[in-house]
């Protein structure tokens, strides 16, 4: 019985989650309401409540599930990288898997509105920042050691790669988002051929030589 | 004594832009107020009225001036390099006044600010990236085209390499910035270093090879 009404419990809790993400994401952080949030999870106020003290620690909470399941997508992708015989190919691929989940709407706008708040709320900005970017990135840095090891990289600071590498493959496109928002449309085609351009630039600096 | 007239009114109206540039930055376009702008220039409420028809207009000229003003600094350091012999020595150099010049905390609170209102104002944004970013790159890919036709280059899509190069030179600092606020700092040595990397990175995959 304890064990149903936690699941319960835990499955009211990711509604309310979900639902505030959406309202975050699309009036900010002034603009939404406990309020909102509440009718868009189809609970009550003080439902919303009891799971969240407040609008605050309601945000933060948004932020960073969004942040982890973000990494369970990047995660998987990263380690089969690290196996990979044909590095080119395999790095293409992961370029295109990357760049395809940074371009992700919901990804783009959390990634907007935790930009926005920054100055509000500098803690929910650094732990963003250490949760998804530097997160992924340190694990892609441990990978391009490990092929280092291997003979199939030549990397002398793994981190700084891993970052650079990251920024090749997505600059283009997330800026141009940034700005433009829904007017920088792109086909999956033209953020293939982007990626591999970006794991193309990296291979003729950091690679061992054809 | 019309040109004198002129020119009093061009001073007070550029002493608006900055005031309105610095309550802006500083509480972003919802919390600015034409009262604040008005105290912070030293003008009355009427005389900004003046210039400025409503909040919108004189936010959408704050970040045009402010674009405006960053090209003058980024263009003549753009046609210095296509005049370059020592491109290696040369790509450095711009590579460090690149990464500068983005750094500046102007340029970085006028950044955020337009992708924070990039929603409410999608005509801002718009202008704001190509008059700044894409107006830039512009320029960059015109003197990568040059450098390939005097053989210090194999550049194909100009476009395409300049706005890589130019991620590379200014991702990680302006990612972070982004995120950490004023808790992401950098010396001017560990800038020119990453300025360094994003050139020589740049030039494994594009230049013509030792």
């Avoid at 691929?93 to 992700?104: C, D, E, F, S, V």
Wanted: proline share 2%.
């Amino acid at each position: 019985m304890a064990g149903r009404r936690e699941e319960r419990s835990a499955h009211k809790r990711a509604e309310i989650v979900a639902a505030a993400r959406k309202v975050f994401t699309t009036h900010g952080y002034l603009g939404a309401s406990m309020d909102a949030v509440a009718a868009e999870a189809g609970a009550s106020k003080r439902t919303v409540y009891q799971y969240f003290a407040d609008k605050e620690q309601l945000f933060a909470t948004v932020v960073l599930d969004t942040v982890d399941r973000g990494h369970e997508y990047f995660r998987p992708r990263i380690e089969a990288l690290a196996e990979a015989d044909d590095l080119d190919e395999a790095l293409r691929r992961h370029a295109r898997g990357t760049l395809a989940g940074i371009m992700n709407p919901e990804v783009l706008q959390m990634r907007r509105l935790v930009m926005a708040e920054a100055d509000r709320f500098p803690e929910v900005g650094r732990e963003y920042f250490e949760r998804s970017w530097a997160r992924t990135t340190g694990l892609l840095a441990e990978t391009f050691a490990r092929l280092t090891e291997r003979g199939l990289l030549k990397v002398a600071d793994p981190e700084r790669a891993a970052l650079l590498y990251t920024w090749l493959v997505v600059s283009i496109p997330l800026n141009r988002t940034a700005f433009m928002g829904n007017a920088a449309t792109y086909t999956v085609a033209e953020l293939d051929e982007l990626a591999d351009e970006g794991a193309r630039v990296f291979l003729a600096a950091y690679g061992v030589g054809g």
